[in-house]
């Protein structure tokens, strides 16, 4: 019940915070559970110690349950001392029937064991019929059950202002009655042996109650037969289970006591004999012990063992356990990183500054880049991107270009801007333009797209982007164009 | 130094290191842009399991000298740690060096590492400076190729010059890499340091056991789901027989927010355990998790139409299996027909052009009520399930550094029809289960259900 409650109670919550507690339990627990069986009951445990649950359906359940067995004895009781007080009536004229109080106390006892026997014996065959026999005490019992649950809930509820809590302790003890039928059945079973057990004590109570305190006379008899013989051989084969400690005579009537005592009505109650009036009284009550209390108790002591054998049988697997069983057994598994540094000079503004018009009149290639693209290619891509009608130069470094460089024009040199713009590339770059502006040159980028089988792919805007900003890093004026478009000045 | 493996990601900039590590460690708040030179500092990941270190990794900025120090390296004439401390101590205080003295600092911490490489791209000077360098500092190391565009014209180049310097090559990536092909790539780090192949044991054990507890666990989500959205049942009272259009509709609505709100729920569910934060996924123009589970084009996108499943519901009984295959024309593949048979008993009723069942019922007290659902409808659940199922392949399948959140348009428009006649059956007989009387019955079908969609969810290879 208890764990129905918190089963309930974590419906809804966040999975990852039911993952790191219940692994953190199972992982705590001092001997490592071996199952689901032995890991749920420490986790019950833990629970109750650190998250208390008002009403606790555990609690309830039990309260309730001990409630019910009270009713159900003191029905048993006052029923079966009321009945047998009825089947005992004796007005001091003629002797109590003994057939009426066997008939009215033991044998519908004796029918129903016999019914109880029939359908466990079908159950054992596989036939489902014990629900649907006894539906309507099954019913009955969990009627009481409920009800009786649903009063203490209420009084826990108003002592403690707390409906929800009574509200999910109410489906806590759906749950388990639906989850585990068995096991509800068996404590309704249970219930009722408790009721049977509790009729016989109080028969035998009447009836030991009335010997003590009022005169009862016993005796028989019959339409079918005056044969006392015959009676003497039914009440022997009756007497049976107990002849052996309680004989003829003691336990049961002897012949000579049956002869005795049995009724004929044109006779006077003085013909019989007051001796054997009383011999019938041993053997009602070892009647009522051997066939009403013992096949009760026996009862009850197989529900009681089948309880346990239940209980030890739960293996938890159903599709609503296996959930915590999973939490328990999982793994904290983390990889995330921690945080660092970032340095977002991607969002800085790009200031718009466009780059100087005009032919160049010289170009420079790193031969490195010659190396990636045909030579022909390269001049009709500087001639579109530039005008430029000439023979491109190739230099080593771009150091290079400020010593290789004739005349005073400004410098045109292609730089592969597929590839990211790297410190020591934007040095050269810088320290290139700084011997250039000594002779009052400007160092003009033409930007190459990734090379292809035909030539190059052009340049993306955003790759543009990118060397314009690292280049106005530099502070040093170095103009960028590409693939025909000029698209400015960096630096200053 | 460190107990457990520690492996750094070393390369060029804008190679995809980040990548690299966004996809292997499932984290995506790492940051993944083109703009080189963002990552100044050294960022560490490491691997914990139940609080402990077993494994870490770090994503190092890019080379940015690699010539200069190659340069310097060759006149030091030392190797190995002894020319890494010599290094750090020349150029640690040199402002346009620091990224290449961070990115050396995991080294000097005993890392093994990672270098990682764009082929589709041709194989640089830099790039033989950079690997001339690893080779000169001599730590365990392996190569990484990432393909950044789908372009392989220059991976003979480049395997040619990794075999002068790396013992280990793979290929990886970083945009579609799948569970598997990290796992593959863990797998390989075991190569590069002998020592290490315990703790890299138990990291790949631990992803592997977090993997299939995911699966469990959506598994289970989408079973709650399913049975949430076959068992849902709405109420609409009116008093006045006026109102009872407006009673119906409003109880229709209340129907459809309810199985769509949850539906979001457990999409999101299942985006949050695949360690997805920003991935937002947009889907494509003919993609059915574009639609709304309600619209009419998601059940047109699945073959069928509202109005196909009311004729062919209205036929009900043993020829419906049947009917609803003619509706499907093939895509179902006989599944209609295994349902047929469920369906014998004539359970579905639909009103109108409506999948779910409307009731109408008089109150004891006066007025009237509206009732929309359960819906017994067979196909309404396989819809919510095809649907659950391809948004999990979507999301489970995404790499964490792979920032494009927009799906290709081939994707296959649903997951159903790919699986095997065997399992539909039985996914029918499970979901048939739901609203037993017998509480056996129905867990033993949610336990069946979860078992046949942790077999069934994974995208087929």
Redesign the interface.
């Known amino acids: 019940m208890q764990f129905e409650g918190y089963r309930l109670r974590d419906q809804g919550q966040p999975e990852t915070a039911l993952e790191e507690r219940d692994r953190t339990l199972y992982q705590k627990a001092p001997l490592r559970p071996s199952g689901p069986r032995e890991a749920y009951a420490y986790w019950v445990e833990q629970r109750l110690t650190q998250d208390p649950i008002e009403p606790d359906p555990g609690k309830l359940f039990s309260a309730s349950y001990g409630v019910a067995v009270f009713i159900m004895l003191l029905t048993g009781l006052i029923s079966g001392a009321s009945i047998t007080y009825a089947a005992l009536y004796y007005d001091g004229s003629v002797p109590v029937n003994v057939a009426l109080f066997l008939g009215v106390v033991v044998l519908p006892q004796l029918v129903m064991l016999f019914f109880l026997l029939l359908t466990l014996l079908l159950a054992f065959a596989g036939s489902a019929v014990f629900a649907g026999w006894y539906a309507v005490p099954i019913r009955l019992g969990t009627w009481l059950l409920q009800a009786l649950w649903g009063k203490f809930g209420h009084h826990i509820a108003l002592a403690t202002e707390n409906k929800d809590d009574l509200q999910s302790s109410k489906r806590a003890l759906a749950e388990a009655v639906e989850h585990h039928r068995g096991l509800f059945g068996n404590r309704v079973f249970r219930l009722f042996q408790h009721a049977g057990m509790a009729f016989n004590v109080g028969a035998l109570l009447c009836l030991a109650a009335l010997l003590a305190f009022t005169d009862r006379a016993f005796g028989w008899q019959s339409s079918l037969t005056d044969s006392a013989a015959t009676v003497h051989t039914i009440v022997s084969a009756l007497a049976l289970p107990w002849s052996g400690l309680f004989g003829e005579g003691v336990g049961y009537p002897d012949l000579q006591q049956i002869i005795g005592s049995r009724i004929v009505l044109r006779e006077s109650g003085e013909a019989l004999h007051s001796y054997d009036l009383l011999s019938w009284w041993p053997f009602l009550a070892l009647s009522v012990v051997l066939y009403g209390l013992v096949p009760r108790l026996i009862a009850w002591l197989v529900s009681v063992i089948l309880e346990s054998r239940l209980l030890g049988s739960l293996d938890f697997s159903g599709y609503h356990y296996q959930s915590l069983w999973r939490r328990m057994l999982s793994i904290e598994l983390r990889s995330a990183g921690r945080p660092s540094l970032h340095s977002p000079e991607s969002n800085k503004p790009l200031r718009e500054t466009p780059a100087p018009n005009g032919t160049p009149q010289e170009v420079f290639v790193l031969r490195e880049s010659q190396s990636r693209y045909q030579d022909e290619y390269l001049d009709k891509w500087l001639k579109q991107i530039s005008g430029f009608q000439g023979h491109f130069k190739t230099v080593a470094d771009v150091r290079a270009c400020a010593t290789a460089t004739q005349g005073e024009a400004d410098v045109f040199l292609v730089i592969e801007g597929w590839q990211p713009p790297i410190e020591e590339k934007l040095a050269a770059l810088t320290d290139c333009a700084d011997l250039l502006q000594q002779n009052k040159q400007r160092l003009h980028l033409l930007l190459l797209g990734k090379p292809t089988p035909t030539g190059s792919a052009p340049m993306t805007d955003r790759l543009t982007e990118v060397w314009r900003k690292k280049l106005e890093q530099t502070e040093t004026s170095l103009y960028v164009h590409t693939d025909a478009v000029d698209v400015g000045r960096t630096g200053t | 130094m460190r107990s457990h493996p520690l492996i750094a990601i070393v390369g ?3 190679e995809g290191k980040s990548s690299v ?1 966004s996809t ?4 995506d ?3 993944v ?19 402990e270190v077993v494994l870490e ?1 770090v ?1 190092t900025p ?7 120090i190659l340069q310097w390296m060759q006149s030091a004439r030392v190797t190995d740690d002894v020319l890494l401390q010599a290094f750090l101590q020349e150029f640690s205080a040199k402002e ?2 620091h ?1 290449d003295c961070e990115l050396m600092q995991p080294l000097l911490q005993g890392a093994a590492l990672i270098y990682v490489v764009d082929c589709s ?2 194989l ?3 790039d033989q400076a950079e690997m001339e360098i690893l080779r000169l500092i001599n730590k365990p190391r392996m190569a990484v190729i990432n393909f950044k565009e789908d372009d392989k014209s220059y991976i003979a180049e480049w395997k040619q010059a990794f075999r002068r310097h790396f013992n280990v090559i793979r290929e990886f990536n970083a945009h579609q890499a799948r569970f598997q092909e990290r796992l593959a790539l863990l797998q390989t780090l075991k190569a590069i340091h002998q020592d290490w192949e315990q703790p890299i044991d138990i990291a790949i054990d ?2 592997q ?2 993997w299939n ?1 995911r699966l ?2 959506v598994a ?1 989500y989408i ?1 709650n789901y399913l049975e949430f959205a076959t068992q849902l049942k709405v109420a609409q009272s009116y008093q006045d027989e006026a109102d009872a259009d407006i009673a119906q509709e409003k109880a229709l609505e209340e129907y459809h927010r309810k199985i769509s709100g949850r539906e979001r729920d457990l999409f999101e ?1 299942i985006r949050k355990r695949y360690r997805h934060n920003v991935y937002d996924l947009k889907f494509a123009e003919q993609d059915i998790l574009r639609e709304d589970l309600f619209a009419d084009k998601t059940w047109e996108l699945l073959g069928l139409s509202k109005q196909q499943l009311t004729i062919a519901a209205t036929g009900m009984g043993a020829g419906l299996g049947a009917t609803l295959d003619l509706a499907t024309v093939g895509l179902s593949h006989g599944f209609f027909t295994a349902m047929g048979a469920l369906m014998a008993g004539g359970s579905v009723f639909l009103k109108g052009s409506e999948l779910a069942r409307v009731r109408v019922k008089r109150l004891p007290l006066g007025g009237t009520r509206v009732i929309v659902g359960p819906n017994r409808n067979p196909q309404f659940p396989l819809v919510l399930l095809d649907r659950a199922i391809l948004f999990f392949r979507e999301v489970s399948s995404h790499a964490h550094g792979n920032r494009i959140t927009e799906n290709s348009e081939d994707k296959p428009q649903g997951a159903l029809q790919q699986i095997e006649v065997e399992q539909q059956k039985k996914i029918l007989s499970c979901l048939s289960q739901f609203d037993s009387a017998s ?2 019955k129905r ?2 079908a ?2 069946d259900l ?1 078992a046949l969609l942790k077999i069934i969810l994974p995208a087929p290879e």
Do not use: M
Not at chain 2, 24 to 27: G, I, R, W
Not at chain 2, 34 to 50: A, H, K, R
Not at chain 2, 62 to 68: A, D, E, K, L, T
């Open positions: 060029h900039p804008n590590l292997l460690t499932e984290d708040s790492v940051v842009n083109d703009y080189p030179g963002e990552t100044v500092e050294c960022q560490y990941f490491p691997v914990t399991i139940n609080g990794l994503d890019g080379f940015q000298n690699p010539v200069r346009a060096f990224h791209r041709p640089l000077e830099v631990a992803f056991k977090d507890y469990a666990i289970e079973t569910d509480s056996g867990e033993r949610r336990a979860v």
